[in-house]
């Protein structure tokens, strides 16, 4: 039962173009959306969240938007740097678990020169 | 002046034994969270304390003991370890028990034989 799916397991993208990283999500009541990074034998580290009385939040080079109708949200980094090769994950909570995390499976980002 | 430690780094052990992961925390935060990425890259949240209590208990086999000395460590003791146990294991914290950024700790890689 995957609440939270990431459908592209990779995703390679030229330095300075756009990443557009896609996730959507089943479960109705979940109100809370993440975006962590993860680099290879480390641990994840946040990047950016949306409440879903938003339909984007920008923090410099990333913008994560949200489609509740859609029940998808996408996270764009634009311009892509090689320092953005990693992992991303998309996280959702509810109001009544706020702690609870569920995560999607993870899509890894190449950014070429 | 790492801000959520995890020890071991990497453990291999044998089925049937008895392990424990330690974390630490430094950053002053009230609730520690243990995660499990398996061999597909699902990051399951297993357990959350809170100020030393137990929040969340996800459906996680008895084998597996939480325990919270303290607010600043959350260690993972497992019994009889089976060969489905082999993951990396993750800890974090976050400063309430909320929609606050949790940061996780490096991993520990967990092979069982």
């Known amino acids: 039962d995957q609440q939270v799916k990431q459908n592209s397991p990779s995703l390679s993208v030229q330095e300075g173009r756009i990443s557009i990283l896609n996730c959507d999500y089943t479960?109705?009541?979940?109100?809370?959306f993440l975006w962590y990074k993860k680099y290879p034998a480390e641990g994840p580290t946040f990047l950016i969240s949306i409440s879903s009385i938003k339909d984007k939040n920008e923090d410099g080079r990333f913008t994560v938007f949200l489609n509740k109708s859609a029940k998808h949200l996408s996270l764009h980094i634009v311009p892509s740097q090689p320092g953005d090769s990693a992992v991303y994950f998309c996280a959702a909570s509810s109001a009544g678990t706020a702690s609870k995390l569920t995560f999607g499976t993870g899509t890894r980002l190449q950014v070429t020169l | 002046d790492t801000a959520v430690s995890q020890t071991p780094k990497y453990l291999v052990t044998q089925m049937g034994n008895d392990k424990s992961i330690k974390c630490e925390q430094n950053l002053g935060h009230d609730t520690m969270y243990w995660y499990k990425q398996d061999s597909k890259k699902f990051l399951k949240i297993m357990f959350s304390?809170?100020?030393?209590?137990?929040?969340i208990n996800e459906t996680v086999p008895n084998r597996f003991s939480p325990k919270s000395p303290d607010k600043a460590h959350l260690n993972l003791h497992i019994n009889s370890l089976e060969l489905g146990d082999s993951a990396v294991y993750f800890c974090a914290s976050s400063q309430a028990d909320g929609r606050e950024t949790q940061y996780f700790g490096p991993g520990t890689r967990l092979l069982v034989l």
């Open positions: 304390y809170n100020n030393k209590e137990l929040i």
């Open positions: 479960n109705s009541m979940f109100d809370y």
